[in-house]
């Protein structure tokens, strides 16, 4: 078929957004067509593009083809129990251009961890979350276990880690996931933790540094540390450097530290420019919660920079990234100022399976 050239098609956001009356759909052979509901014809071409494209790899986990009593495909999503006749591969499609592949992922602000990691298999890859029974921790581990990955939810409350779990296998019996105790709050937890893992004989291509806490009172831990600086970053820094040479042996691997934007509203230098010591257990009189955790987040950032500095020459890459402002967790559950603060923006909020489409920015 040709491709229609129509001069007052509807400008749109992206090149490969379909003009309004038009439909992708594909072949049981995998080829992209569109349909015009408008002028009732299809085509092969796009009609703004003027390519061809065609369905790139497997189906997500948890899908399944089937065939209706009129011949009809149509796919089957046996984690969220729904059918649908569009091919779910049909947000990574491939141009039809001999001897080139160029995958166009389509992404926005209602994008899923789902849909992110969707045809990705991570069956050979094992990876261990920090503080991952709730919050963004428990949806990267339920999208990486129901892609094959082999998670440890590495957890303080083995309770709430082991419901968690279960909420896991519950969507794929199939999942490999586990947990094991640790307490960033506690060197010896951390150590012994590395000591447990270890003793599994596994190789650790990601390690995701995620747990943290916000908004907590002054307090300071069983090794006179202050809490938010040592669960946020001395933790996770003692807990890369037990394990460093796990993820060396297992390359590509890859750490990942969960900061924040908010590393940008401090510093950690004193008056006279010199490190600010009062990092690691400040007095109470000196201790304000918002700042300890914006100090926190600075020392991630600038840790997993050092980091890729010095291990990225032997294949082990870091990256810190900020999770987004307008994501709702249990982050804020420290204090019930905090907490008040986030109920009264929950309306405007995303949540971290992305099921709520009302997002601002």
Known sequence: MAALKYAGLDDTDSEDELPPG?????????????ANHLDEKTQWEHPKTGKRKRIAGDLPYGWEQETD???????????????TYLDPRLAFTVEDQPGKMNTRQKYDGNTTAMDILQGCDLSLKVVIITGANSGIGFETARSLALHGAHVIMACRNLQKANE???????EWHKAKIEVMSLDLASLHSVKSFADAFRSKNLPLHVLICNGA???????????????????????????????????????????????SESHRFTDIKDSSGKLDLNLLSP????????LAYNRSKLCNVLFSKELNRRLSPYGVTSNALHPGNMMYSSIHRSW?????????????????SGDERNVIG
């Open 213 to 259: 806490i916000f908004g907590a009172p002054w307090q300071l831990t069983e090794d006179n540390l202050e809490m938010t600086f040592q669960v946020n970053h001395l933790g996770h820094f003692y807990l890369v450097s037990l394990l460093q040479d796990v993820l060396r042996h297992s390359v590509p691997s890859r750490v990942v530290v969960v900061s």
């Open 283 to 290: 007095s109470k009189k000196d201790y304000w919660a918002m």
């Open 22 to 34: 038009w439909e992708e759909r594909s072949t049981k052979d995998g080829w992209v067509y569109y």
């Open 164 to 170: 968690a779990r279960r909420q896991i296998l519950d």
């Open 336 to 352: 019930w100022g905090y907490t008040l603060l986030f109920a009264l923006v929950r309306p405007f909020t995303k949540s971290m």
């Open 69 to 83: 009593e009129n011949g009809q495909i149509y796919f089957v999503d046996h984690l969220n129990k729904r059918t």
